[in-house]
């Protein structure tokens, strides 16, 4: 009696009275998100199904089907990921003829936590200056990956008043505007209370480079690293669009925060990263320059004795740092948006 029930015990199925072919239906599956980020070794992220239904109704999860394009990146059973390498790999959840795809990074923590061109991506036509990375150009700055909760960058006011800076964490289209006001350096948290994990940020000059006489930069000078923030390197990039933009006020986003037209044009109401030009290269995901200059004109100098014209200046790394840029020649666009303003006194 005992082998019989030992026998009946081993034969028994996995899942009883559990079924796994999804019967025929009309099937609908949706993610909660469109992209994922996992620290290499990560072994405790799942994929989140925001809705799963077959003929309009909630579906058994147990019908979800998966797979990944590369084992190398990452793997999942079940719905549970595992990131295996650094990398981008897409994952596919799907059931009969509905399907939905999930982009899943993964990121190795950096051997240093200095900056350099292995964990930091770079906006626009930024240059090395005393050890860090110098920013004159509206809508230009630095972006980089961390594993933690906060990021602290050191900054470098080189203006002796305040300018203004966006930054984005993750996919925030909209971003954080901040005041850069202490001249000097100083060390500011652009992100802080985040959920721990990884977390990808750019930090963007909302400022044009001068403004009624005043020049405005800074420079980033360091990343904070430690236990709240891991430096991580960049993954292999695929080839962008490239788009080029030259432009006088409206491009440097002169006046666009304005709560009325009887405002005046200020820096506190100016911002480059909210633009026509800013919001095309963020939809497009594009690798841009922004060369935004209020009230420049073509060839004709504005004022007498001036030398700031576009002619003069498009191939500069900006008005602060008059040397040749290396512009590219394959360049897939090139905008150019300069009119003409009229005043009456």
């Given at each position: 009696?005992?082998?019989?029930a030992?026998?009946?015990?081993?034969?028994a199925?996995?899942?009883?009275?559990?079924?796994?072919?999804?019967?025929?239906?009309?099937?609908?599956?949706?993610l909660?998100?469109?992209?994922?980020?996992?620290?290499?070794g990560?072994?405790?992220?799942f994929?989140?199904?925001a809705?799963?239904t077959?003929?309009?109704?909630?579906?058994?999860p147990?019908y979800?089907?998966?797979?990944t394009s590369?084992?190398?990146?990452?793997t999942?059973?079940?719905?549970?990921?595992?990131?295996?390498?650094?990398?981008e790999?897409?994952?596919?959840?799907?059931?009969r003829d509905?399907?939905?795809?999930?982009?899943v990074r993964v990121?190795?923590?950096?051997?240093?936590g200095?900056?350099?061109?292995?964990?930091?991506r770079?906006?626009?036509?930024?240059?090395?200056?005393?050890?860090?990375?110098?920013?004159?150009?509206?809508?230009?700055?630095?972006?980089?990956?961390?594993?933690?909760?906060?990021?602290?960058?050191?900054?470098y006011?080189?203006?002796?008043?305040?300018?203004?800076?966006?930054?984005?964490?993750?996919?925030?289209?909209?971003?954080v505007r901040?005041?850069?006001?202490?001249?000097g350096a100083?060390?500011y948290?652009?992100?802080?209370?985040?959920?721990?994990?990884?977390?990808?940020?750019?930090?963007?000059?909302?400022t044009?480079?001068?403004?009624?006489?005043?020049?405005f930069?800074f420079?980033?000078a360091?990343i904070?690293?430690?236990?709240?923030?891991?430096?991580?390197?960049?993954l292999?990039e695929?080839?962008?669009?490239k788009?080029?933009?030259?432009?006088?006020?409206i491009t440097?986003?002169?006046?666009?925060?304005?709560?009325s037209?009887?405002?005046?044009?200020?820096?506190?109401?100016?911002?480059?990263?909210?633009?026509?030009?800013?919001?095309?290269?963020?939809a497009?995901?594009?690798?841009s320059?922004?060369?935004?200059?209020?009230?420049?004109?073509?060839?004709?100098?504005k004022?007498?004795?001036?030398?700031?014209?576009?002619?003069?200046?498009?191939h500069?790394?900006?008005?602060l740092?008059?040397?040749?840029?290396?512009?590219?020649?394959?360049?897939?666009?090139v905008?150019?948006?300069?009119?003409?303003?009229?005043?009456?006194h």
């Amino acid at each position: 009696m005992l082998l019989i029930a030992f026998v009946l015990v081993g034969c028994a199925p996995a899942e009883q009275g559990r079924q796994t072919v999804a019967p025929e239906g009309e099937y609908s599956i949706r993610l909660a998100a469109q992209s994922m980020d996992l620290l290499e070794g990560q072994d405790d992220a799942f994929i989140e199904i925001a809705e799963f239904t077959k003929d309009g109704e909630f579906a058994d999860p147990a019908y979800l089907e998966y797979a990944t394009s590369d084992p190398d990146v990452v793997t999942v059973q079940d719905g549970n990921l595992t990131a295996v390498g650094a990398g981008e790999a897409t994952v596919s959840v799907s059931c009969r003829d509905a399907d939905a795809e999930l982009t899943v990074r993964v990121w190795e923590q950096a051997s240093s936590g200095e900056m350099s061109e292995s964990t930091v991506r770079t906006y626009g036509r930024t240059y090395g200056q005393e050890g860090g990375i110098a920013v004159d150009n509206v809508n230009s700055g630095i972006g980089f990956a961390f594993y933690g909760t906060q990021c602290r960058i050191e900054i470098y006011n080189t203006a002796g008043t305040t300018q203004y800076i966006r930054y984005f964490v993750d996919d925030d289209q909209d971003g954080v505007r901040v005041p850069i006001s202490r001249t000097g350096a100083q060390t500011y948290t652009f992100a802080k209370n985040l959920e721990r994990g990884v977390h990808r940020i750019r930090v963007l000059k909302a400022t044009e480079q001068n403004m009624w006489g005043t020049s405005f930069s800074f420079r980033v000078a360091g990343i904070e690293t430690g236990e709240e923030c891991l430096l991580l390197n960049r993954l292999p990039e695929q080839d962008r669009l490239k788009i080029d933009f030259y432009g006088d006020s409206i491009t440097a986003g002169q006046g666009n925060l304005a709560e009325s037209a009887a405002d005046g044009i200020t820096v506190a109401n100016s911002d480059g990263t909210q633009t026509y030009a800013a919001f095309t290269a963020q939809a497009l995901d594009s690798e841009s320059d922004f060369i935004g200059y209020g009230g420049i004109t073509v060839k004709a100098p504005k004022y007498y004795g001036t030398d700031i014209t576009m002619y003069s200046i498009w191939h500069w790394y900006s008005t602060l740092n008059r040397t040749d840029y290396p512009v590219d020649p394959d360049t897939d666009f090139v905008v150019i948006n300069l009119g003409t303003h009229l005043c009456t006194h």
